[in-house]
């Protein structure tokens, strides 16, 4: 694990240099992040009766970002990002991720203002494409397994003329920037995706992304026997965002299909997702920089063939951010977040797993995130 910490961290460095990149631009972000958390546990003895406790209570690095971003030419740069994070999983207490490794060339196709991505790159379906994280959380896209956030993959990214929005065409792996190789499980098919974003006027944006994809083979290589986890899933997403003045709300669905072989169509299921997340900057009302948050999900799975695992979600979030200073862009520099997560399971339309609100939670999380940048040559 050492090793391989250094060696990246020796690559990211010297490879630029090496290549003779006209600019090498390094970043990072780090996530220092305080969670507490709530949820029910056995009362005693008997495991019948249940009890509310405090499961959770730790400091922890969540994210840390080291990147860079080199320009070889006036139309071909690169990117490359590492995330060293916290974890109990190993014993060292960290761990090493590959998040971005890609190209772009923005002349490779003669289409104006297109640009072609190839490599370790992010998912633009939903939400993920946007989602800033100014609330803690993930995207409800990525929150609720709907499509990875990053995958190795080619995508085209263009703008339409006059300024009606922008597109986006992959195809990717299909199980994330965490499977390559045998983790793909024999997985031959890639995954297709198509992303459009249209702005009919300034502040409003409507869009919607289409994915498919897959997960393991039809046939198994050993024996040509049929797979019965084979399964073929249609991912769909619609979003709007409406921004004017101090106010920014999003609202997003999302829909997904999972379809398995006819021999196993008793696994076949679909689910649904809404969410909403408002944002009010006060900054232009009290001077300060502070914004006020909240976000409400309504994640449906009460269609899923194991009668125990079915589910219906409501979670409340609010959240708020001090922003300590911005860069250059504007975008935080140093900022302060504080979220308090409700998650409630309907007991109703809920299976045996969720019964007696065993799995109800709620989380504080206080984060100081921080972020640096420097062009060094």
Do not use: H
Not at 304 to 327: H, I, R, V, Y
Request: charge should be neutral; proline fraction near 3%; glycine fraction near 10%.
């Amino acid at each position: 694990m050492k090793k391989l910490l250094l060696a990246t961290l020796v690559g990211l460095f010297l490879l630029p240099a090496l290549l003779g990149a006209l600019e090498l631009k390094i970043s990072g972000e780090m996530w220092n992040r305080w969670t507490l958390e709530q949820g029910k546990v056995f009362a005693d003895t008997s495991l019948t009766a249940y009890k509310k406790e405090i499961t959770k209570n730790f400091f922890s690095l969540e994210r840390g970002y080291v990147g860079m971003e080199a320009k070889f030419s006036q139309s071909m740069k690169g990117r490359f990002t590492v995330d060293i994070f916290s974890s109990d999983i190993l014993k060292d207490g960290a761990g090493l991720k590959l998040k971005y490794a890609y190209l772009d060339f923005s002349n490779l196709i003669p289409i104006p203002d297109l640009t072609t991505t190839v490599g370790l790159q992010k998912v633009y379906f939903g939400s993920i494409y946007d989602w800033s994280y100014n609330l803690i959380g993930k995207a409800p896209t990525d929150e609720y397994k709907y499509a990875n956030s990053a995958d190795y993959g080619i995508s085209l990214n263009g703008y339409l003329p006059g300024g009606w929005g922008e597109y986006q065409l992959g195809m990717y792996n299909g199980e994330g920037y965490k499977n390559y190789g045998s983790n793909l499980k024999d997985n031959i098919d890639p995954a297709f995706l198509a992303n459009l974003r249209i702005v009919p006027t300034a502040g409003l944006t409507i869009g919607g992304s289409v994915m498919t994809n897959g997960s393991e083979r039809k046939l198994k290589l050993a024996d040509a026997t049929e797979n019965s986890s084979y399964n073929t899933q249609l991912l769909a997403d619609g979003i709007l965002r409406a921004a004017f003045g101090p106010l920014d709300i999003w609202a997003e669905y999302l829909y997904k299909d999972i379809s398995y072989a006819p021999n196993f169509s008793a696994k076949d299921y679909s689910a649904t997702c809404f969410s909403v997340f408002p944002t009010l900057k006060l900054k232009s009302l009290i001077g300060a920089d502070i914004d006020l948050q909240g976000r409400y999900d309504r994640s449906d799975e009460t269609r899923m063939p194991d009668s125990k695992k079915k589910n219906l979600l409501n979670a409340w979030t609010g959240g708020l951010n001090f922003n300590f200073m911005a860069d250059d862009s504007g975008s935080p520099a140093l900022q302060a977040q504080l979220n308090y997560v409700r998650k409630d399971y309907d007991e109703d339309a809920s299976g045996t797993d969720y019964a007696n609100g065993k799995k109800d939670t709620d989380i504080v999380m206080l984060q100081l995130k921080w972020r640096f940048a420097s062009t060094i040559n």
